[in-house]
């Protein structure tokens, strides 16, 4: 495969290392690949800008962080007008309609989709966007399979939420389907 | 049956380096950016019977695994510069009275408080002179979390084998970054278990007097054996004494113990050095950047190597002259104003060729950041 | 066992200045410690740095000689790890309670089974005669040339408030009672402080112009009362001795045996 970068941006609370660290580990642990999670964050533990980087390789990876995404993800509008700038020309670009108001056109696929929007009115528990964002971005990259997500889930979430999770993740990959080009 | 794999931060693979090793007794105080070993041992430690405190401050940390490790205990605590700082008068004693036990070290930007969340090795100096007066000391590190593991069984094996606090000296790079860790079955790394003696109840024990071989069987308090211990200068029953002939016995076998074995000490990776024109020096999550760049500039066939150093006190000279011997040029890449850059000068045949590649500003460092200063040194300008 | 057996004989005599104290809280802990009947091979003994902490090197027990003010803290880690042993933590005022006043009151928050003992001279006697946080006001030190302006702390409030759950104070002149009170802080099962007020003739005495050790000896019987005595009420300016606190409350190494059975869930 193609060596992938992935940022994920946003505001601390949001789960976004949460979601870098569930699509990191689904690699390495159920698809045999290479993968490294690292983050960087300020003295907040709640709000705040928040990043966190993912490589995913079947080669080994060594210098650890992401310069140039080819998949930047951000969930506020602080991250994307800190982010927007570095992603790699040809990447993917996916952000909340709700949160984020694109400006500028980048060199890259666009895609900006109501996933917060449909988490709270299908689920109505904001506390799975970002499962919500990792199923969307599923379906536009097929980075992992869903299943591998799932078995992740599982051993991460108690089992009372694994449902809400399922639905979320299955939510976000309907999005990411209909944005598919 | 397969191997468990695990998808963990740097921090628990020195965790689970460190129980694989035999750790029963941790004693620490939070700090970031290790914080997590604290955490997850809060855990571990109680569900196997073993010991976890929290203490007051750094200094009590140090001095209670001090104190557990003399029980015959395997004891660990960690914590980052500003408690390390803290920690370095019963560093000293620990040296002193030769006193098995792994501190750890994940760094972060200073002086004083710095920047806690960002990355240094600032520290590498302090873990060498920090505290006062002529000693010796171990200091190891590692760059991912493979190697985290079974460093930090060897910081256990070497204390035990040493009668010596020993080192490991992280980054925040490395602590808080995730990826695989592959846990070895039981007795796939070797383990050191504590030597004792095997002198009798009612016999005479001298728990500072070195065998043959250099090393000293020890006693567990609550034993047969009572002796004494202190951070004075001692006797080979361990108590003070000020007689010019045992003062400087005990100051040349504390520093010999250690300095005359850098050599078997000295763990250490070899990348492509056989035809290396250019020898990088790299240790901790500054091997990182070194290595991908090494990877990228050999694809396009420049020769380009990367020594990288687990061991870096005592100061493992002799390895590093040897490989670069053939250098044109030797580049020490660290993320503090050249650190150990003196001892690389030292140890080589031509200091003049001697280069840093560092950052100072919090930033891990980059393979772009080494190659440029690859170029400059080349003459070709960045 | 005798007395002396106790004792690492080849160490004497001792290196405290003829008058001193020290010897006499010697001799009331090693008193104590046969009443009890206790194994040499039982006892740790864990002291700091300073006159009083060199009292670890005269006893034939498991001993550590550590560092400044630091004792309690070795000594928390020793316990946790054998709970089975007794440990004694004898220590100097400033020891104890200036540059190791934070160990002192975390050992006493926990009620970790530890026996300390405050030998309160108030002064550094090692250092050769500068004011310690139990000098008080008004006290002539090598560092205090026009006397002392800080206030002491009383120990005994102090290991109240920060919860230990045995504190007794005795003094050099009532050897009787100082052993008794020993006795009783080891066999407490929780944090136990044993403030002894003791006598430094050669640097507080001869700074203070109080006379020597006969006088500062007598000087403590006619300063101090027993605890709750009607002397007490109609002079205030009297020090109690006497047990001031002895609570049964849960000690921290029995806690921490019944945390393992939680977190092992039954398993061991």
Redesign the interface.
Known sequence: MERCRLVFSGSGGQGVITAAIILAEAAVLHEGLNAVQSQSYGAEARGGATRSDVIIADTPIYYPKVLQPNVLVCLTQEAYNKFSGIIRPGGLLLTDSRYVKTQRKVDALQRELPMYRSVLETIGKPIVFNICMLGALLSLTDLVRPESILKVLESRVPADFLEMNRKALELGMRLGESARV | MGKTVRFVQGNEACVEGALYAGLNFYAGYPITPSTEIAELLSLKLPQRGGKFIQMEDEIASLCAIIGASLTGCKVMTATSGPGFSLMQEALGYAVMAEIPCVIVDVQRGGPSTGIPTHVSQGDVNQARWGTHGDHAIITLTASNHQDVFAITVEAFNLSETYRTPVILLFDEVVAHMREKLVLPEPGELHTVERLKTAVKEGVDYHPYLPREDGRLPMSDFGGVHRYNVTGLVHDMWGFPSTEPRVVHGLLRHLVDKIENRAHELARFKEFHLDDADIVLIAYGSSARSALHLVEERRRRGERLGLLELQTLWPFPADVVRTRCSRARAVVVVEMNMGQLLPSVKLAVERPDRVFLANRIDGVFITPADIHNILRIIQGKGV | MAVKDYLRER?FPHLWCPGCGHGEVLGGLIRAIERLGLR???I?M?SGIGCSSRI??YV????????HG?AL??????????P??TLIVPMGDGDALAIGG??FI?AARRNIDLTAIVMNNRIYGMTGGQFSPLSGVNVSATTAPFRTIDKSFDIVELSRAAGATFVARSTTYHAQHLSEVIEKAIRHKGFSVVEVLTQCPTYFGRKNRIGDAPEMVKWLKDHTTPVGSKAKQENPALIERGVFVDLEAPEYCEE?GR??E???GGR?
Do not use: S
Request: proline content about 0%; overall charge positive.
């Open positions: 160490f040499k091979n039982d740790v864990v670890v090197g034939d027990f498991h001993t550590m000689h550590t560092i630091r803290a070795f000594a928390t880690g020793v316990k946790l790890a054998r089975e042993l934070n160990h975390h921490y945390l393992v939680r977190a092992m061991r």
